[in-house]
């Protein structure tokens, strides 16, 4: 499975962005998906994950409300809107793809897209 995310770019705090991930090839109706974040000298972490069906979501601590992660299975895509962008929130932002259950806080995922940046200016 490849993961493509779309949506990133340059933006002003306090604007909101909806960033994209689809696949290609093969559907990912039938795994659990999350986003992660990097920033410059940070290590990657989880943003947020959402069940196989939609009905469940976890966030990290530090998203604060201003985070909606969701996922359309007839478009086989998944999507995180972000409001009220903070120049925090600078960094590659990577979907991710797991077929295994678990827990929405497990870390390991098999499927990784190449990220999006996503640049908020003060």
């Known amino acids: 499975v490849q993961l493509v995310e779309s949506g990133g770019g340059l933006v002003q705090a306090g604007d909101s962005l909806i960033l994209s991930c689809a696949p290609t090839?093969?559907?990912?109706?039938?795994?659990?998906m999350g986003w992660f974040r990097q920033s410059p000298g940070k290590e990657r972490e989880i943003v947020t994950a959402?069940?196989?069906?939609?009905?469940?979501?976890n966030y990290a601590d530090f998203v604060a409300g201003r985070f909606t992660i969701s996922r359309d299975k007839t478009k086989n895509t998944m999507y995180l809107k972000i409001n009220n962008l903070k120049p925090e929130d600078t960094a590659v932002y990577y979907c991710?793809?797991?077929?295994?259950?678990?827990?929405?806080?497990?870390?390991?995922?098999?499927?990784w897209g190449q990220g999006t940046q996503v640049t908020v200016s003060s």
């Open positions: 991710a793809a797991r077929i295994l259950g678990g827990p929405l806080t497990e870390l390991e995922y098999d499927y």
């Open positions: 090839g093969r559907s990912v109706v039938n795994h659990i």
């Open positions: 959402i069940s196989r069906d939609g009905s469940s979501t």
